[in-house]
């Protein structure tokens, strides 16, 4: 049985489909143990489900992410080429903001006293200059265990192009028991930097993560077992469980790969929400949206071109909290604000939310032990969520209590919901703002994009949002608050490999042998590694692609390895920048290749069609706040509405795992597969 | 026609990010690393009367002074749809000769005035003169290279061959120099394209009255800040080491008169003309004014030309601070420039002391060279140049940065993998400099050292200062510790003046140490040197030589 978890700062959500209808189960998150909800999960599901055969787990996790966010991972040695030490700490030596006189740095991961230079030294074509003697190698290896590091980054220069010498000093790094991230390994390109930066960040996430997979695995097989003991199968042979983890970039890879290379997982769950909405507004027919998860802890948005699966695009120059993180990731942009983000006056009198939240643990103070008003509560006073509560009335919400406790911090607000309101516009401002960055601020109109709201808290914020922005239109797909976990079990599995060939190119033909040659070596790994993740040859399918420029430059385009790709290159530099100069000669700089194994995937059935009349589905009338001002409004139970009916706001939809708001002046239809599309009455 | 506040939020983003759109791609286009890799570049877009509307977040230096460029180019040429004009000269709307901009005008189609004005500009490794890297020493302008009046460069959407050509004569490193022009060119093409599309999505006249608002907007914001500085005569005075050429100290004098919302900067008693390249002329003083006012204002302001409409500003021709030709000015643009907002900020700081931080290095330390590579077959003729970060001054509240750019310049560092690969030299050492800063209650950040070895004859250029008169500390903070250049040829070791032109053998290595930042207030007690408070995670570090921690939160 294939089950994919996403696991979040306040729920873990899982997936799965059961009898060709998928199933959703929102477990409350773990945050000391991520892994144990997990298991929570698995428990539950394999307790309802009987026998499942060998289970194939799939896992978006932030347990990378906030690691790093809360600067909470392991203890980090760097070993470098012997006089640069110091390039961790000084970085590209600008500062971030132009016109502030108060400039900060943060920290480095790793302090002065555990960076550790070793006399070694390769020249800009990869030869030797000078080769580390092995007793200064072992005096290295002694200076770093002593240093009490639990992991160790080793960044070389030039190490992309000659690997020996970091080989070297991994392998007695590794002899001396500890766990060793090489930059020829991690990120085998050049400019030294952005590698170390990046190699370091993989061993500052080595401890935490292979931690947590190796928990996952564990209680994997522990369910398995049990699950094949009490089944008339126990014979199969194959007892063993499978964990694969979502990567960054939008495909998912073992567990084992993962715990080596965790800086791939950085944006794990968010990577599965943008599959997912990319997958639902397909279904719907919408081509250009800007996706807006806003879960408990944080709201991510990403901004999606066209919706054509397989051409999601990746940046390489993501930044995590002021780090630059040089693996490609799908493009996605962060805020510290949700549903749990925790609101408070600041010094001078102004009301803040977030990013401090209340995550599962206490939680919001309608959950019963929270003390501290957040953004749920305020919805919960506004009347924007029932009563009677969430997850389909398992997790009641106590509203009375919210109500003491946010009176007491409501501080110069006139009333409770005034204060509740104010907390709802701040929340909604960060969020607004978030979306302007990848939307006004890059140049792309959000008039002529759809808004495609999920996370558990997506759905009540985002019409708010599209007012203020000028979106036309919102998307709720069917399942808002677990889309990241739909997204994870229909991501396929995928490895991407590339290398640093640096060929000069004056014709397509010259080359073409060489590439041929260097693509076929990416094959025989990518070959190997995929029949790891359990692809045969033939079952994989293989994308080839160049990193080009002109000689020269030293930004690149990346262009399909096909035959024109000369061609090719000129006309999208022409397309990107404005010229081509055909006559200057050109330069391969890297040879990607993403191998790809197809996952069935589940599809969402369809609903069966009716008139515009919602009345069935109406659950109960109630009053809800909008703009200051009680009114009517209808509560709706999503489950029952069927394609083709239309609700006028104000209305409230319920569904076990979300709540969409339907606010004064816009009208939903519900769509033949269950999403809603909701848009302003003109 | 009313003010939405929510479109004039919008137009401020959409106008910032085309001229940050054109920065990606003269970046991304760019051949030389000292465009592609340190970004030492600017562009900017401007309304149809020459106003500022937008600037991308580039460089401080080159953005008070670009108004300037618009200018001198409207009013040397008739620009038509589809030219581009080029200038580089200090005493025509230019800044310092390295420095290229390119100016074009956006017209849409059958209109017969530009709407717009984009413009950027570049520092190029080389404009030819006496010095490899055109940033060595000199005494007049004619030595430090090229000097382009306002030219077409591209008429009519095609390159002006016969100018082109002309410079490409002029420079030691032609190929690059086309490569750069050309990526500037398409800059130049991408803010026209996305202007454009700006005025046919929002309408000619909404653009435009947008364009008028956040001009508006601006100068209210400027003026509010200013009401809010107490009225008054705040005075200061700094010093350059020396102009290179004699030993004397270079005086800058300033007095800013707050007077409600606005404020008089005059720099009446600055140094007269010198006989070296410290020279600024008035664009750099200009930038340097409005960089110190831009920074006390929030973050989300935009840097348009309204910001200077309450601020006059009075630099007195004829001196270090208004310079006349023929002088030289290579090093106006920038170590002048620095010690302009130094003194600024001391200024300053008697007037609103919690907002003001010490001293940062106050200086780029500019370093130039070139040769003839001979790994290349046949050699090929190379000029690079590059700046070194220093420390940052400590600040109320707050202690400086470890090596970061500060004040009139951002530009990023060129990795040692795309130095070594481009040009025949080798870095030895690129570290933080350790005991560098001032010390003080919020001490300043330490200096770099930075090694490199030579392999092959160059000809080198240094310009740089704060070598003899350290960065100053505030209330009582100590001074930053000064910066220093060496010479290593056969393993021995001179020191070498803060400004000067040399040949240096294959095998010579040099080393630049740069100073570190002022720091701010006394350090009574021992526990004030901690630098901030620690995260969780990375543990204080101790920092040789003063025992202090140095990670900052």
Redesign the interface.
């Known amino acids: 049985m294939r089950i994919a978890f996403d696991t979040g700062g306040t729920f873990t959500d899982c997936v799965y489909l059961r009898n060709g209808r998928i199933q959703i189960l929102k477990i409350p998150s773990t945050p000391g143990n991520p892994a144990e909800a997990i298991s929570i999960a698995l428990a539950q599901i394999l307790r309802n489900n009987g026998e499942v055969r060998p289970l194939d787990l799939a896992c978006g996790t932030t347990v990378g992410t906030n690691a790093l966010l809360?600067?909470?991972?392991g203890r980090v040695a760097l070993v470098t080429t012997a006089?640069?030490?110091?390039?961790l700490?000084?970085?590209?030596?600008?500062?971030t903001?132009?016109?502030?006189?108060?400039?900060?740095?943060?920290?480095?991961?790793?302090?002065?006293?555990r960076r550790f230079g070793l006399r070694e030294r390769l020249?800009?074509e990869g030869r030797a200059l000078l080769s580390p003697s092995p007793k200064e190698i072992a005096r290295t290896v002694r200076a770093v265990v002593r240093s009490g590091a639990e992991s160790v980054a080793v960044c070389f220069?030039?190490s992309?192009i000659n690997p020996e010498n970091e080989r070297r000093i991994a392998s007695a790094l590794s002899k001396a028991g500890l766990q060793v991230s090489a930059s020829h390994e991690i990120l085998p390109e050049?400019?030294?930097?952005e590698r170390t930066s990046t190699t370091v960040v993989n061993a500052y996430l080595v401890p935490v993560m292979s931690k947590y997979l190796a928990e996952i695995e564990r209680c994997a097989a522990a369910h398995s077992r049990q699950n094949l003991k009490s089944s008339f199968h126990s014979s199969i042979r194959k007892t063993g469980a499978r964990v694969r983890i979502m990567q960054s970039s939008g495909g998912i890879l073992s567990a084992r790969a993962a715990a080596r290379e965790p800086v791939r997982t950085i944006l794990s769950g968010p990577a599965g929400g943008i599959l997912g909405a990319q997958y639902v507004a397909e279904l719907a027919g919408v081509e250009r949206i800007i996706t807006f998860d806003m879960g408990g802890t944080s709201t991510d948005v990403a901004l999606l071109e066209r919706g054509r699966s397989g051409a999601l695009a990746t940046t390489s120059e993501t930044i995590v909290s002021d780090i630059p993180v040089a693996v490609p990731m799908l493009d996605i942009h962060t805020v510290g604000a949700g549903g749990g983000s925790i609101a408070r006056y600041d010094r001078a009198g102004a009301l803040r939310v977030g990013p401090e939240s209340a995550g599962a643990d206490p939680g919001p103070i309608c959950y019963g032990r929270g003390e501290k008003p957040a953004v749920t509560d305020a919805n919960l006073i506004l009347g924007r969520i029932p009563e009677a509560g969430l997850l389909g009335g398992a997790f009641r919400l106590d509203i009375a209590r919210a109500r003491e406790f946010m009176d007491r911090e409501k501080g110069s607000a006139a009333s409770v919901e005034k204060f509740a309101q104010g907390i709802v516009d701040v929340a909604n401002a960060v969020m607004e703002k978030a979306i302007?960055v990848i939307s006004?601020?890059?140049?792309h109109?959000p008039r002529d994009y759809t808004l495609v709201a999920f996370g558990g808290a997506g759905a009540l914020h985002a019409c708010d949002l599209a007012s203020?922005l000028d979106i036309p239109r919102v998307l709720v797909p069917r399942i808002p608050g677990a889309l990241s976990a739909l997204g994870i079990l229909r991501a396929d599995v995928a490895k991407d490999l590339s290398r640093t060939v640096r060929l000069e190119i004056r014709g397509a033909t010259d080359a073409r042998a060489a590439l041929d040659r260097e693509f076929s070596k990416l094959q025989r790994d990518g070959f190997k590694q995929m029949l790891r993740e359990g692809f045969a040859g033939n079952s994989v399918r293989i994308e080839r692609a160049l990193d080009m420029r002109?000689s020269?430059?030293?930004?690149e385009l990346m262009v399909p390895y096909a035959r024109d790709y000369v061609r090719a290159f000129h006309s999208a530099?022409e397309q990107?920048?404005?010229?081509a100069?055909r006559a200057?000669p050109c330069e391969v700089v890297n040879v990607r290749a993403r191998f790809t194994g197809r996952t069935p995937k589940p599809a969402i059935p369809k609903l069966e069609r009716s008139g515009p009349s919602a009345r069935r589905s109406l659950i109960s009338q109630s009053q809800a706040w909008f703009a200051g001002r009680r009114q009517a409004t209808s509560t709706y139970a999503r489950e029952k509405l069927l394609a083709g009916n239309r609700i006028a706001g104000p209305a409230l939809v319920m569904e076990y795992s979300a709540t969409t708001l339907i606010p004064p002046g816009w009208t939903g239809r519900v769509d033949v597969y269950g999403n809603i599309l909701l848009e302003r009455r003109p | 026609m009313r003010v939405d506040p929510v479109r004039l939020e919008i137009f401020k983003n959409l106008f910032h990010s085309v001229a940050e759109e054109m920065g990606a791609a003269l970046r991304r286009s760019a051949f030389s690393p000292n465009i592609k890799e340190r970004r030492d570049y600017s562009c900017a877009v401007f309304g149809a009367a020459g106003q500022v509307l937008a600037m991308g977040d580039h460089m401080p230096v080159h953005l008070g002074s670009m108004p300037m460029s618009v200018t001198a180019a409207l009013n040397a040429l008739q620009l038509d749809p589809g030219d581009v004009a080029l200038l580089n000269d200090p005493y025509a709307g230019g800044t310092h000769l390295p420095d290229l901009t390119m100016v074009m005008p956006v017209y849409a189609p059958r209109n017969r005035r530009p709407l717009f004005y984009v413009a950027n500009r570049a520092h190029h490794a080389d404009i030819g003169g006496a010095n490899a890297g055109s940033m060595g020493m000199s005494r007049e302008i004619f030595q430090e290279g090229l000097r382009v009046p306002p030219v077409k460069i591209m008429e009519r959407g095609r390159v002006a061959r016969d100018v082109m050509s002309l410079i490409l004569a002029n420079v030691r490193t032609a190929r690059e120099r086309e490569g750069d022009l050309t990526a500037q060119i398409a800059a130049c093409r991408i803010g026209e394209r996305r202007l454009l599309e700006l005025a046919a999505k929002y309408g000619q006249r909404e653009v435009i009255s947008y364009g008028r608002h956040l001009l508006d907007y601006s100068a209210r914001m400027m003026a509010a800040t200013l009401d809010a500085i107490p009225d008054g005569i705040y005075r200061a005075e700094d010093f350059l080491d020396n102009d290179g050429v004699t030993a004397e100290r270079q005086r800058i004098a300033v007095t800013i008169r707050i007077h409600g919302k606005s404020a008089a900067v005059d720099f009446t008693g600055s140094a007269p003309l010198c006989s070296g390249s410290v020279n600024a002329v008035e664009a750099i003083t200009w930038s340097a004014v409005f960089y110190v006012f831009r920074c006390l204002l929030d973050e989300q302001v935009p840097a348009t030309s309204g910001l200077m409409r309450s601020i006059r500003v009075i630099a007195p021709e004829g001196t270090i601070v208004n310079a006349r030709p023929p002088a030289a000015v290579a090093g106006g643009n920038v170590e002048t420039s620095q010690r302009i907002v130094d003194t600024l900020l001391r200024a300053l700081s008697r007037a609103i002391p919690a907002r003001i931080p010490a001293a940062s290095q106050g200086t780029m330390n500019n370093l130039s060279f070139g040769g003839s590579d001979a790994r290349r077959s046949p050699a090929k003729p190379f000029t690079y140049y590059e700046t070194i970060a220093g420390g940052t001054g400590g600040a109320p509240g707050s202690p400086g940065a470890c090596a970061t750019q500060s004040h009139m310049t951002n530009t990023l560092n060129t990795p040692v993998e795309v130095l070594e690969h481009a040009y025949p030299v080798r870095v030895l050492r690129y570290a933080l400099r350790a005991g560098s800063a001032g010390t003080g209650k919020f001490p300043g950040g330490d200096g770099i050292v930075r090694e490199l070895e030579f392999l092959t004859d160059v000809q080198v250029g240094i310009l740089s200062d704060r070598r003899e008169l350290p960065p100053y500390g505030l209330s009582g903070g100590k001074p930053g510790i000064t910066g220093k250049n060496e010479l290593i040829v056969k393993g021995r070791a001179r020191v070498l003046p803060s400004k000067c032109t040399f040949y240096a053998p294959a095998g010579a290595v040099i080393r630049i140490e740069t100073p570190g930042g002022g720091g701010w207030g006394s350090a009574k007690s021992k526990k004030h040197f901690a630098r901030g408070k620690s995260n969780k995670g990375p543990a204080l570090e101790k920092r040789q030589g003063q025992g202090t921690p140095s990670s900052e939160s």
């Open positions: 809360q600067r909470q991972g006089g640069f030490e110091d390039v700490e000084i970085g590209r030596q600008a500062r903001k132009l016109y502030n006189l108060f400039v900060k740095k943060q920290p480095p991961l790793v302090p002065r006293e020249d800009s220069l030039f992309f050049h400019r030294e930097f302007r006004v601020e890059r140049g109109d203020a002109y020269g430059q030293s930004y530099h990107r920048y404005g010229y100069d200057r």
